[in-house]
C-alpha cells in the first residue's frame, strides 16, 4: 500500500477512479451477501463514509509555518499540505470495514 496509495492520489481522476472501483465493490459485497437493495447499500455506505471523513480530515495536518506562503487572511491553523485525495482513498477504505462490519453485526442484534 505504500507505493499504491500515492500513485492513486496522484490526481483528482485516479483518486476518484479508485474511489468508485472500491465504493462499487463495497456495495457489491453488501448487495450479494447481505441481501441489501443497491440503493440502501448505497445510502448507507454513503452516511459511514462522510461520518468518517470528518473523523480522518484533521490525522497529520501541520499549520502553514512560512510566513512568505501565509495570505493575508488565511486561518492561522489552516493546514500546509491537506492532502485531500489521499484522505478520500483511506477514507473509503476504513469506511468500507466499518460498512462490511456494521452489516455482520446487524443480523446479531435483531435490526
Known sequence: MGALLPALSRSTPRTLG?????????VAVAVLL???TVFGATALYFVVWWTL???ILPIRNQPETRPDHV????????PA???LREKAIWTTLF???AFLAALAIF???GL
Open 53 to 55: 471523513l470528518f473523523a
Open 95 to 97: 469506511a468500507g470495514v
Open 81 to 83: 499540505s491537506p492532502r
Open 71 to 78: 495570505v493575508p487572511g488565511q486561518d492561522p491553523g489552516a
Open 107 to 109: 443480523p446479531l442484534t
Open 18 to 26: 479508485a474511489v468508485l472501483v472500491l465504493v462499487s465493490a463495497f
Open 34 to 36: 447481505f441481501k441489501l
